[in-house]
């Protein structure tokens, strides 16, 4: 069975929330950035062993927390040796608002990646755009790189909507299918 890690920084619950939607549908192990920017021990072990790596950041201010920067400045000792070279990646984002240049983060999160020579995974899944669209469906914001979701200011993670949790489920679980097939 191949290793599949989550690793994500959550500023307020609601991004810690998504991952764990992602790292149900991924069967994945969750990897959880602290409040420092911090691994927890064992945490670049996990990385290092894993087939796929999701990342995951709330995007504040047009960008990923500064948290989840100083841990992608840190991955530069595994870019040295080229130890992520060929893994699988895929990535999410939540913020307060519909848009809130959420897909900044993800094209972040899609250059470190490659950046370390991976192979990303993106939704696959279809937006919903119809006339009869609810926002509770799956893929409701219309995000192709990555899972994206959408958590109002007031609300708590508790409150996250269903569709964007779902979506994050459908992440995961692509990204999952597409290690047993790249691991073939």
Same mark, same amino acid.
């Given at each position: 069975?191949? /290793? ?29 950035? $602290?409040? $420092?920017?911090? /691994? ?49 990646? +895929? ?14 983060? /993800?094209?972040?999160?899609? @250059?470190?990646?490659?950046? @370390? ?8 899944? /279809? ?26 200011? $007031? +609300? ?29």
């Amino acid at each position: 069975m191949s /290793l599949i890690a989550v690793v994500y920084h959550s500023g307020y619950g609601h991004t810690q929330r998504l991952a764990q939607a992602v790292a149900h549908g991924a069967s994945g192990q969750l990897v959880a950035i $602290d409040a $420092d920017g911090n /691994l927890p021990d064992g945490g670049w072990d996990t990385l290092a062993a894993a087939s796929a790596i999701i990342f995951g950041a709330p995007t504040y201010m047009a960008g990923p927390s500064w948290q989840f920067k100083k841990f992608a400045d840190a991955s530069s000792k595994p870019w040295f040796t080229q130890a992520w070279k060929d893994k699988l990646f +895929a990535g999410f984002t939540n913020s307060a608002s519909t848009n809130g240049d959420k897909q900044i983060t /993800l094209d972040y999160l899609f @250059h470190l990646a490659m950046q @370390h020579g991976g192979l990303w995974v993106g939704n696959g899944v /279809l937006p919903s755009n119809a006339k009869t669209a609810m926002r509770n469906d799956v893929n409701w914001i219309g995000a192709y790189t990555g899972a994206m979701a959408q958590s109002p200011s $007031d +609300a708590s993670a508790a409150e996250m909507f269903p569709g964007d949790l779902e979506t994050g489920r459908l992440l995961g679980q692509r990204v999952a299918e597409a290690v047993a097939r790249w691991s073939r």
